[in-house]
Nanobody
Framework: QVQLVESGGGLVQAGGSLRLSCAAS????????MGWYRQAPGKQREKVAI???????NYADSVKGRFTISRDNAMNRLYLQMNSLTPEDTAVYFC?????????????WGQGTQVTVSS
């Protein structure tokens, strides 16, 4: 089992910056990839950015060049640096971890943190 807790969300003005953090605990040794997803009201959850154990990253086109995903060396903490924020970035942001153990792939989610960008 993996537990994920996000923090760092809040209200920010357009053009501003925000840094999200995700603390992972439990069977973190089995994590093979972590990422940030977001869900706006009335929309489906979408991938924002992911990072694997080797440090390879992948970003949604809408955030490329503005957001940066990073992790600590043990992958026990995940970060999302968000710059040049726009109202379209307003959403609940979720931390995700994918694990592989005993021939099983499993996904875990945090509770989410609200990011609101004002005009």
């Amino acid at each position: 089992q993996v537990q994920l807790v996000e923090s760092g969300g809040g209200l920010v003005q357009a053009g501003g910056s925000l840094r999200l953090s995700c603390a992972a605990s439990g069977s973190t040794f089995s994590i093979i990839v972590m990422g940030w997803y977001r869900q706006a009201p009335g929309k489906q959850r979408e991938k924002v950015a992911i990072i694997n154990n080797g440090g390879t990253t992948n970003y949604a086109d809408s955030v490329k060049g503005r957001f940066t995903i990073s992790r600590d060396n043990a992958m026990n903490r995940l970060y999302l640096q968000m710059n040049s924020l726009t109202p379209e970035d307003t959403a609940v942001y979720f931390c995700n971890a994918q694990t592989y153990a005993n021939a099983n792939l499993r996904g875990y989610w945090g509770q989410g943190t609200q990011v609101t960008v004002s005009s």
